[in-house]
């Protein structure tokens, strides 16, 4: 069964560094998003992504996040300058119709 | 969105039914009743949706009030690997929306 994955699998960065998750949705999907999830917290919506451009975003995802879909099949969260409070696990997912399949989430720890 | 209210935690004994309930008395006409669970250190995982009818797949039951204010995710047999936080959600009929995501309810499963 096709299946969304994401590298790596957990990322340690100090505040202030760039850090570049990565995700490849399943290849006939046509939504791709990104949520994260702080420690003990619930799942936060931050973009969602169609046809080349973001359709929707959240509060958090301020000018210090981006989105890119480089090529046909990766799809790409930049955080530009992480603070602590950027700790957490992200998670990618993406559908072609109503059912959102979910990647395992890349922990992201800022020291 | 319309909001959803879950107890915070439930127990069940293994192989026995389990009914986790969801109140959601703001729902709209087109709005669709999806039920999500996040296993530990993993992400979402899709479990069934509705709309008005009562719905069956290989995972679950859903069962959907008449008056749609309320909705009942049944696991016929519940097994260790059921033991997750389950998530009811409600969302638009618009393919791409993103799921908001409560506390859900977390749910063990005792051998």
């Known amino acids: 069964e096709p299946e969304v994955t994401q590298t790596p699998s957990h990322q340690v960065t100090q505040m202030g560094q760039e850090v570049i998750l990565r995700c490849v949705p399943i290849?006939?999907?046509?939504?791709f998003y990104w949520y994260r999830q702080i420690l003990g917290q619930k799942v936060e919506f931050l973009v969602s992504f169609y046809n080349n451009e973001i359709s929707e975003k959240s509060e958090i995802f301020d000018d210090q996040f981006s989105v890119e879909r480089p090529d046909g099949s990766n799809f790409t969260l930049k955080i530009r300058s992480t603070k602590l409070e950027d700790s957490a696990m992200y998670f990618c997912a993406s559908t072609r119709a109503d059912t959102q399949y979910f990647g395992p989430g890349t922990r992201l720890t800022v020291l | 969105d319309a909001k959803t209210t879950q107890p915070n935690s439930m127990e069940s004994n293994e192989e026995e039914p389990v009914h986790l309930p969801c109140n959601h008395s703001t729902i709209s006409g087109t709005d669709y009743i999806h039920w999500y669970r996040q296993l530990p250190s993993q992400g979402p995982e899709y479990v069934i949706h509705g709309l008005t009818s009562n719905v069956n797949n290989r995972m679950a039951s859903l069962a959907i009030a008449e008056d749609r204010k309320s909705s009942t995710l049944i696991l016929h047999r519940a097994t260790l690997r059921d033991a997750a936080v389950y998530y009811c959600i409600l969302r638009g009929p618009v393919w791409g929306t993103p799921l908001v995501f409560g506390k859900g309810t977390r749910l063990s499963v005792i051998a």
């Open positions: 290849s006939n999907h046509l939504y």
